[in-house]
C-alpha cells in the first residue's frame, strides 16, 4: 500500500514532507519548478536581507533628494517611495511568477535582526502571493555588556513587529544557542509566530593561515547535524501549539525520518541538494516512502512524533541523566573484544 506522504505546515497542506530551505536553490522560478518536479512539497526561497533593503532604501532616499532639488519633472519619474521595490523587485516577481504558475507553496523569507521599515517587505511579500513567511532572526552579539535577556527582548521585538506588518503565516527560523531553547521557542510563538524553524546554521569564521586574515569559509551541513534540531524538536513537540520545521543535516532518508518521528511536521533540505543536485529530493522521498512501506507505516501523520520526549518510553533520553549513562556506555564501547 501507498503510504500517505502529505502533512500540515503553517495551515497549508503539503503533499509530502520534504521541502527545499531557503538557498540559492530558490532564488529563481527555473529553481523552484525543478524543486517541484523533483517532489519537493514546497520551498523557502532565499532571504531578502535587512541590509538590501536598509540599503536599498537609503539609495532611492538620495535619489528623490536630488530629483526635487535638480529637476522639477524628475519628480514625475521618480517612483513613490511607499510603493518602491527596487532590488528587491525581482525577488517580488519571482514569487508572482511561482505563485502563478507552480503548484507547490513557496514561501519568502526575511533576514534582519533589528527593528525598522524594512519589516514593511513583510506586506509586499504576501501581496506578491507568498503562501508564507519565514523570518530568519541572524544575530551574533558581540557586545560583552549585552545580555541575554536584551538578545532575547531583539527577537521578541522583531517577531512581534513582523506579526503586526502581515498577517500571512508566520514562522521563525532561529539557532539553537540560547540558554534555554524550549523557553525561547514558547515565547516566540507567543510572540506571533505560528511556526518555528529549527534550527539555522551560524556560519562560523575561519582563519587563513597563507594570509593571516579571518576569511568567511561556507561549509555544507553533514548528517550529525540532524541531531540538534533533532533533540530540540522532540522536547518541543506537544508541549506549544505551532508547526515545527526540521532544519540542519538531512542527507539521507533516514536523517528525515528521525525528524519526522521526533515531531516535525515537515523536513527542509538545502545541503544535501547542493552536493548532488537538485534531483536528490526524489531519492530522499523514495527512501522515505519504502520505509514506511517496509514498516507498514500508512501515512506520515501516524508515525509524527511518535518518538517526541512526551511520547518516548524513556524521556530522559532527551535530558541530563541520559549523558551519564551514554558516557559511561562510551567507554564500555573501547572494551577490546566487542561493544556492550
Ligand atoms: C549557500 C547557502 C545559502 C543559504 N541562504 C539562506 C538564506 O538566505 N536564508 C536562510 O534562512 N537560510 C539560508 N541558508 C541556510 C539553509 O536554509 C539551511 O537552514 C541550512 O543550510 C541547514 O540545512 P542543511 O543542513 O540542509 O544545509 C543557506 C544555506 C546555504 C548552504
Known amino acids: 500500500m501507498n503510504p500517505d506522504l502529505s502533512t500540515r505546515y503553517l495551515g497549508l497542506q503539503l503533499s509530502g514532507p520534504l521541502m ?6 530558490t ?3 527555473e529553481g523552484l519548478a525543478k524543486l517541484q518536479q523533483a517532489g519537493a512539497a514546497a520551498a523557502v526561497m532565499p532571504s531578502l536581507f535587512e541590509e538590501q533593503i536598509v540599503h536599498d532604501e537609503l539609495a532611492l532616499h538620495q535619489l528623490q533628494e536630488l530629483g526635487a532639488h535638480s529637476f522639477a519633472e524628475a519628480l514625475d519619474y521618480t517612483p513613490d517611495l511607499g510603493e518602491y521595490n527596487i532590488g528587491p523587485e525581482t525577488y517580488l516577481e519571482t514569487l508572482q511568477r511561482a505563485r ?4 507547490i507553496p513557496v514561501i519568502a523569507s526575511l533576514n534582519g535582526s533589528s527593528k525598522g521599515g524594512w519589516v514593511r517587505y513583510a506586506q509586499l511579500m504576501a501581496d506578491a502571493g507568498a503562501s508564507a513567511l519565514e523570518l530568519n532572526v541572524y544575530f551574533v552579539s558581540t557586545d560583552v555588556d549585552e545580555s541575554g535577556q536584551d538578545v532575547e527582548r531583539r527577537y521578541i521585538e522583531l517577531v512581534e513587529d513582523v506579526r503586526k506588518a502581515v498577517k500571512l503565516p508566520l514562522a521563525v527560523k532561529v539557532g539553537p544557542g540560547f540558554s534555554s531553547p524550549a523557553n525561547m521557542c514558547k515565547r516566540l510563538i507567543e510572540a506571533g509566530a505560528d511556526g518555528l524553524v529549527l534550527f539555522n546554521r551560524y ?3 575561519d582563519v587563513d ?3 593571516l586574515e579571518m576569511v568567511p569559509r561556507l561549509v555544507l551541513s553533514d548528517s550529525y547535524e540532524v541531531r540538534i534540531p533533532l533533540q530540540w524538536l522532540g522536547i518541543l513537540r506537544g508541549r506549544v501549539k505551532a508547526s515545527l520545521a526540521a532544519s540542519s543535516g538531512v542527507h539521507t532518508p533516514y536523517d528525515a525520518l528521525k525528524l519526522l518521528l521526533v515531531g516535525a511536521d515537515v523536513v527542509m533540505v538545502t545541503s ?3 552536493q548532488h543536485g537538485v534531483e536528490q529530493m526524489e531519492k530522499l522521498l523514495e527512501g522515505v516512502r519504502s520505509w514506511m512501506v517496509e514498516r507498514e507505516y500508512e501515512s506520515i501523520e501516524q508515525l509524527k512524533g511518535s518518538l517526541s520526549q512526551e511520547n518516548c518510553p524513556d524521556p530522559s533520553a532527551y535530558e541530563r ?3 551519564m549513562r551514554t558516557l559511561i556506555s562510551y567507554s564500555g564501547g573501547y572494551t577490546p ?3 556492550r
Open 100 to 103: 502563478k504558475e507552480l503548484d
Open 20 to 25: 527545499a530551505s531557503s538557498s540559492p536553490l
Open 337 to 339: 573484544g566487542g561493544v
Open 321 to 323: 541523566a541520559n549523558y
Open 27 to 29: 532564488g529563481t522560478f
Open 209 to 211: 593561515l597563507e594570509k
Open 203 to 205: 556560519l562560523r569564521p
Open 272 to 274: 544535501a541538494l547542493l
